[in-house]
């Protein structure tokens, strides 16, 4: 179920292999999944530059981003299969960049100090799904995947205890469908747009991952949500998403504010000595490339300190007039050149960055109006990917037999907080280098089970269910858009439990999020009708799910009362204002089991470092 990265990249190897296999996404094709939008790059430790880099390295760099919230294990075998995965995209004709002699090329990105991500101009993720989809395709055409498109995963059919099948809704004339598999796999993406304005598509829900939660599935750390520092800010109350800058532009550009609270001068006429590089000043030996949580949490403290640029204040700059000039110059000396002018060396450092980051620049002009060649870029933190998700062991299997979640659908490799570059690499390494092994460990035992006819009781009643919920949707009848309950869901969460949580805004958000449920289903309005399209219904099934998610996610962040990663509580930091870890008591996932209507029963899966010796986090 999905087929971005992981789920096109499961769905290939595993029809390579043999297997029978269905993939149902709700898009018009394949190629439209959201992996489709990153930009940056894809990690691995090629240790291509010869600066260093390792197995151990990306390993270590990865626990110690995530404040050690995450499983050695699964994070040490992600960083083993990294290499493997730039060798398969290569073999597929990703068209990865590369240098004047035709090496691969790598840059930095945050959290690291060694240059280890490849990529594909700024839409390294657009290429690697069409790598991914040509295999999916592949096997479609040899008649071992069945694909269908525009279909809407409601509910997955347990037999038994193990999960047998699915029931899915044709999004385009409304038909409920009984699909029965051995297996099901979630590869359904992350939950981010339970805040309302995210990087993420419109599109993007829980939905499948909730369905499984409530049959059992345990969801761990919901409350781990990643918010990146450089996105296209906030313009007004009628903007319904958000535009990620990539990572990759803090590799070259400097993130500046002005000295002088509420400076209102043009930045190009702010001169250096009244600008404030504050991370570069706070963190000398990361700069500009500590992690998305520090570089977040920094940008807030500024403009919450009455810094803030643009129209909002709520925005900082992202400076490349430093690049432009430092690339212009080593293009002069590279091409011997003598008595060359400064209008001439920014001419060709502009040629360059143009080469590395054109498409962001061009995105970026097109939405703001502004030439970031010109002036600076202004930027301002955003939600963009979820750490939480189901839990899985070892093997990328649920708490539910024969249901398992792969990529950003699961919790299982960052922790508290991703780094830049390895979205891409967990879900490319699931699908194509961990599935493939651990699937067949489970299907062994299941050797003489048969089919189940999709006319088995399990089906009939997983499809009533489902049925009947849609029809209450439909019969509510209310005043209120499904949009409006949105918007309201997603600034509850972002007040009270986005960049900064305290116990007295979660309790409150709890409060809220219960009051908005009871109103969502007594005053939602739907128009239209079930048994054809209606994507108004799809929509308010999604939000649905969104408002008991949000209470989870709420409920979490109360329940862990300290900083880490992504989590910061307020109650809980250092004398400088970073995130305060409590090892003692916190060194756990929180697996949450769905217990009926505002109910979850807590367990706690304890994380021992055996490798790694836990320690504050530390940049500077």
Known sequence: VGTGLAGASATASLGEMGYKVKAFCFQDSPRRAHSIAAQGGINAAKNYQNDGDSVFRLFYDTIKGGDYRAREGNVHRLAEVSTSIIDQCVAQGVPFAREYGGLLSNRSFGGTQVQRTFYAAGQTGQQLLIGAYQALERQVALGNVTMYARHEMLEVVMVEGKARGIIARDLVNGNLERHFGHAVLLCTGGYGNVFYLSTNAMGSNVTAAWKAHKQGAAFANPCFTQIHPTCIPVSGEHQSKLTLMSESLRNDGRIWVPKKQGDTRKPNDIPEEERDYYLERRYPAFGNLVPRDVASRA????????????????????????????????????????????????????????????????????????????????????????????????ELMTTVKGLYALGEANFSDHGANRLGASALMQGLADGYFVIPYTLGNYLADEIYSKAISTEHEAFAAAEKSV??????????????????????????????????????GLLQAIAEVQALKKEFWSDVKIPGDVSEYNSELDKAGRVADFIELGELMCKDALDRNESCGGHFREESQTEEGEALRHDDKYMYVAAWEYAGESQWNLHKESLVYDVIKPSQRNYK
Not at 384 to 391: K, V
């Open 299 to 394: 940008a807030k403290e500024r403009c919450d300190a009455g810094y803030g640029v643009g129209t909002s204040k709520q925005a900082v700059y992202l400076d490349y007039a430093a690049a432009i000039e430092r690339y212009g110059k080593t293009e002069v000396t590279k091409n011997g050149l003598s008595n060359v002018s400064h209008e001439e060396i920014i001419k060709l450092g502009k040629e360059v960055v143009k080469e590395k980051y054109g498409n962001l620049f061009d995105m970026y002009e097109k939405i703001t109006g502004e030439n970031p060649y010109e002036v600076p870029m202004r930027i301002y933190p955003a939600v963009h990917y979820t750490m939480g998700g189901l839990w899985v062991d070892y």
């Open 467 to 504: 049925s009947d919920r849609l029809n209450t949707l439909i019969n509510i009848k209310g005043s209120q858009t499904v949009e409006s309950f949105h918007k309201r869901l997603g600034k509850i969460i972002w007040d009270k439990c986005g960049m900064a949580r305290n116990e007295a």
